[in-house]
Structure formats: C-alpha cells, structure tokens
C-alpha cells in the first residue's frame, strides 16, 4: 500500500510539473525606450527574464530586425539558459546608425511548449554633427529637399581661380592636407601620378606634366556658371591628360578599355570612363553630392545613380576623405553629407526624380505552430502567439478564428480588424479550457492585407488535457475551505498550522494571490473579485490540492 501511495504521489508531480503557463518567460518590461542616442554611441538596458517553469529553461534565439539593412539593436547573448523559476538578466543595445526614430522588437525564443515573448523596442538615433540637425527622422524626398537647403545655407561662393588656389595650395596639397609630405605634393586622382615642388597653381599648371582641375559632373553640362563651377566638393587635381581623356563621359566599367596616359588604374573607351578603384568611392560622393545641391544638368546622372551608389558602399570614406571636407567646409561653408554620414544615402531611393520607398511587405511568422503541452483538468491556459510586421507598411490582420470554440478561445476583447504599423508586433492570446482527457488538433486561421501565401494563413494547435483524481494527503485532508460559493473572504481552517502555499486563479490561469501561511486560520479577501470560476491551490511540501470555487 505505501508504495502504491508513492507512485501515485510522483505521477501526481510529474503533471503538475507538466501544467506550465503557456507563456513560460516573464520578462521585467514588455517595452524598452532608449531615448535619444548618439550616432557612434551606444546605449544599453537590462531586462530581467523570469522562468516561471520547474524545469531549466533554454533560450535558443535572441531575435532582431534589420532597420536600411542594419542591426541598430543587439543582446549580451543570444543563447542561454534560465534555472528552474530563476531569472536570468539580459542586456539589450541600442547603436544607432541613422538619425531616425527606430521602432522593432526583439523575439526571446527557446525550447519549451510556449509562446515566445515580444518585447518593444524604441530609441532616437541623432547624428552628433549639429549642421544635419534639419535631417531628423526624415527619408525620401523630403530629406533631399532638407539637404539641398542645408547645403545651401551659408554657402561662400568662391570665384574660379580661388576656389582652384584653395586646392592647389591647401586642400590637395600633401604638404599643408596632413599627408606628411615635405614640400608641395599633388597627387591625380586618375592615375596617381605625383606631382612635387611646385611653388604655385599656375606653375603646377604649366610644368610638365600639366596638371588640371577635374570637374566630377561635367562643367560644359550647366555652361561653366557659378557657384556650380567653383564648388570645391566636385573639384579634384589630375593632369591635363586624364582631364581630356575623361571629357564629358559618364562614369562606367571599362571592358578591354585604354588606360590614361601615366597609367594607375584609370580606362577609357569612346562612351565611358572608370576611374581607379581609389578615387571611385570619392567620384561616387561627389556627384551625388552635386545633384543634390544643384540638379542633374542634362540627364548626365541618372543612368549612373545604382552604379555611383554601389561605388559609394564598396569604397567608404576615409581619413583622407573626412580631412578634405572639413577643409573644404572651411573656405566655403557647406559639407558633403555622404561623407560625414554615407548612410544617408540609404535613405534616398532616387536621386534625381521624386523620391519614394519601395514597399516592402513581409511579416515574420515567429512560431509554426501553438503547443500547449499538458494541461491539468479544468485548468485554462493562454498562449500569446507573436507575429511581427518586419516590412516597411502597414499590414492588416482580420477574420481570426479557431477550429474549435469547445476547447479554444481568444481572451477578451481580441479580435475585429487590427492594423500592425513596420517593426510592432501582434499577439494572439489563444486559451485553452482543459475538459477531460483528450488531445487537442485544432488550429488557428486569420487574414492579411499581404499578397500571395501570406494572404490567409493557418497555425497549427497542439495540446493535452489530462484528468487527474486527487488524493487528498491526510494533512490535506484535515484543511476546511469555506464559503463556497465565495462571497466577501474566503477561509481556510489550518488547525495543525501546517505551511502552505496558496494561490488563487481565475478560469484563465490568471493569478490573484499567491502566498505563504502557516496560521491557523487564513482569512482572503474576495469582495474585489468578479463573478466567475476561480481554484484554489494549496501546497503543503510535496502534496498538493487544487480546489475549485465559484463567485
């Protein structure tokens, strides 16, 4: 008889164990708001992750979203695990790489039968350089339009022959630039050739080889006016030769092409130029720049733009390049923005005609299916199954329904038409009322506003329903519970003043008191709850009793 009794006392353990909360993570915070954060900086937040399960607890994936193809948020692990009803802190990041407001989520997901737990993520990336301050948060077209006025505001027009002084002399000259040559040093852009001694403009302009000044966007396409024409941000020193070789041609790959006199990389053919692999990025930045500050005289930049745009991300700026702007900016007032922030050229899809985004619609399905596991008889249990709009519009979701209503339902107030805005998540609370013995083969259905197989979707439900007999313990036994019916308090006569656990919750496993009492009589209060189905479950060291009461 006893160890009948003992083997009945384990499997009634191993059920209880088995009967998790749906949602197993209980994080500190469902959002984390960073604030305002530097470009270059980087912030952080700590979450608390509280495993409410008695089983260790694996954490498999750690999930974030791309914002411009980047990951401005990260974790201090993206695997771990969490003991039995224990916490594990876990540190989020926020890095921004624009200067936009970043709106994502961050997926926990893990090993157990339960939804995987979403949590908000916010923070203002703001770029440290105050001149770009009119770029906040903005995209498109209306962040062309903000930087054409920026770029114009405060602007010094240099007369021709100053602006080529200030390069000659200062700005390309390797002796006053920073480059650490010991006398004037001028280098081509286009074929790297270098030009030392000389003691002027005029001279490194009439000693062989002649050197040039190189208008990046062809000076003959807007007839060689001010301030186009003296603009410094699309001025670079080469030799008379490459300038001629180059001419008006636009920018492309040169197949089996001729190279410039002098050599050093650069080709030509009748149509095209490409400039060596060192001066791409910087061709790249300059013309974009110009089209932005000005226009695309005569078409000349359009049927270059996606080409530019990958020079301009295969060959980022560098020291050389940060160090010319700044001189640049201090003899004429005005800075490229691509080489301060080359990332704001992700920001604009078109360049030259009116600027719009592609949409981009897509929703990450963070779950195949909804597995509840094991429950115990006339217990509920809800499973918030997390879908996440990672597109760049707006979805709508409609038409939410369950295969079953005996055993499914949704909690309260979901439902209708939800619309889910780019990086927010949406959570289907599903619960499942445990009646009996069975195993549960339902499923989930909804629509969206998507196109194509994500149109109409259906999730997969899983689960058991166990009925148990309790038996009481003797020490159980001699517990009185009353009234029942509830009414203002509930009493438990505990003569014996054995320590209990007691917890109190509602149909949907929602939890109204959960504490420790070894007194005799334990009085709790009841007056605040709703009408309705609650259990009661008392602990008394490896014995338990779960008691069913009515409001």
Known sequence: MLAKKAIFILSLLLTFTAQINAQIIKPSSDSLDFGSVNVGDVDSMMINLQNSSSTVLNVNNVKFYTIYNDFPFSASATSFSIPANGTYQLWIYFEPVHNILHNSEVVIQHNANSGSESIDLRGQGVFPNPYYNTTQNLEEESLKVALKSRLAVGYTQLSYNAARDAMFMTIDN??????????????????????NGYTSRSDAQTTTPQFNTEHTFPQGFFNQVLPERSDIHHLFPTTNNSNSERG?????????????????????????????????????????????????????????????????????????????????FAVQNNRNPFIDYPQLADRITNFVSNSTKAPVFGIDITQSSINFGTLVNQLADTFEYVIVNRGNQDVTFSNFSLSSTTHLSFSSGFGGSLIIEPGDALIIPVIFNSFGNFNLNESLSFNTSLVGGQSSLTIPIRGNSTLVGLEKSKALNELKVYPNPVEDELFIDNDHSYELEIRLLDASGKEFINLRSSQSQIGIATDELSKGVYFLELINKREKQLIKLVK
Not at 178 to 188: F, I, M, V, Y
Not at 280 to 285: C, E, H, I, N, P
Not at 304 to 309: I, M, S
């Open 248 to 328: 008006n041609k636009p920018f492309g790959l040169v197949s089996n092409g001729t190279p410039v006199t002098l050599g050093g990389g650069s080709f030509y053919n009748n149509t095209t130029f490409e400039p060596r692999n060192q001066q791409k990025g910087r061709t790249a930045r300059a013309m974009m720049y110009f089209v932005i500050r000005y226009q695309d005289y005569q078409s000349h930049f359009a049927p270059q733009e996606n080409l530019l745009k990958n020079w301009h991300d295969t060959y980022p700026p560098d020291s050389i390049d940060r160090r010319r702007n700044n001189d640049i």
């Open 174 to 195: 390797k002796f006053q630039n920073g480059q650490g040559a010991p006398s004037n040093r001028l280098e081509c852009v286009y074929t790297g050739y270098v030009k």
